[in-house]
């Protein structure tokens, strides 16, 4: 059993040690084509999919406070709200969370700016849901995730390499806004949407922690995975809980945690292993 244990824990370093080779930087570009080349071939070989009226029709519709529309999908935004703005305040003007390179501010600075940003967007949409509105509830979702996976590499890989990672991310949701608007087709706005879903799992465990507390990550990784899923299970959801509230409203709950996790992460943490940039 020793041996046994010893050969899978020698060949997870092997695997490990391969991972940080493929990220050295001359190898940066060579990784960079190689998602590129998989994004195409994804989006050659999956059919165009049009927006539909359908995709508008959550399972809780109900009106129950005051006149607004979809009240519980309105309401349950603004936990977003409530962790985003004092997040990018501490941020950015404090020296309170335990942030060491500039390039992890920016990055804290956008995911916190997403949340903010998701909670009047979302609730925007949310009152009056079609296809002009949802662009106000997509993107800054995509702002977020997109801000954790680039925050994963800096802090675990390398500050330049996660810094164009997060641009690039975010270029990549422009433009997957502007094929949704001009062309009717959401297949890369679905992709980018489900890529945090398995990079950020995969690099919380995979790749070793800079900062203590990281433990964190896993916590907040695992209310993430299950926001995309009440999310995607909106109306089942909503049908197991005897239709109090639905998958899509536990959904903004679930992400509000992951804001208030990784705020408390970055209140206690401290540097355990210094890593150049």
């Known amino acids: 059993m020793r041996a046994v244990s010893k050969r899978k824990a020698m060949f997870l370093s092997s695997e490990l040690h391969h991972l940080r080779h493929l990220l050295r930087r001359e190898n940066r570009l060579r990784l960079s084509l190689s998602a590129a080349l998989l994004l195409f071939v994804l989006l050659l070989v999956t059919p165009r999919v049009p927006h539909s009226p359908s995709l508008h029709l959550?399972?809780?519709m109900r009106t129950l406070l005051a006149g607004v529309p979809n009240t519980l999908n309105v309401l349950t935004t603004y936990p977003l709200l409530l962790?985003?703005?004092?997040g990018l305040v501490l941020c950015l003007f404090g020296g309170w969370f335990g942030i060491s390179l500039r390039g992890e501010t920016v990055a804290w600075a956008f995911y916190f700016v997403g949340n903010a940003l998701a909670g009047f967007g979302s609730a925007y949409y949310h009152l009056k849901p079609d296809d002009d509105r949802i662009i106000w509830d997509r993107l800054p979702m995509m702002i977020s995730s997109f801000s954790l996976v680039s925050l994963l590499v800096i802090e675990r890989v390398n500050e330049r390499l996660g810094l164009s990672c997060l641009f690039s991310?975010?270029?990549l949701a422009l433009v997957s806004i502007a094929c949704e608007r001009?062309?009717?087709d959401l297949r890369l706005c679905?992709?980018?949407h489900l890529m945090p879903c398995f990079a950020i799992p995969s690099m919380v465990y995979l790749l070793t922690p800079k900062y203590t507390f990281s433990r964190f990550w896993f916590l907040a990784t695992g209310f993430y995975l299950l926001a995309r899923f009440e999310g995607f299970a909106d109306r089942k959801v909503y049908n197991a809980n005897g239709y109090f509230i639905s998958g899509h409203s536990l959904e903004h709950l679930c992400l509000s945690m992951v804001?208030?996790?990784?705020t408390l992460m970055l209140s206690f943490r401290s540097i355990r292993i210094a890593r150049d940039s």
């Open 58 to 60: 959550f399972a809780d």
């Open 169 to 171: 991310l975010l270029a």
């Open 182 to 184: 001009v062309f009717d």
């Open 259 to 262: 804001s208030f996790i990784l």
């Open 190 to 192: 679905i992709l980018l």
């Open 83 to 86: 962790f985003g703005v004092p």
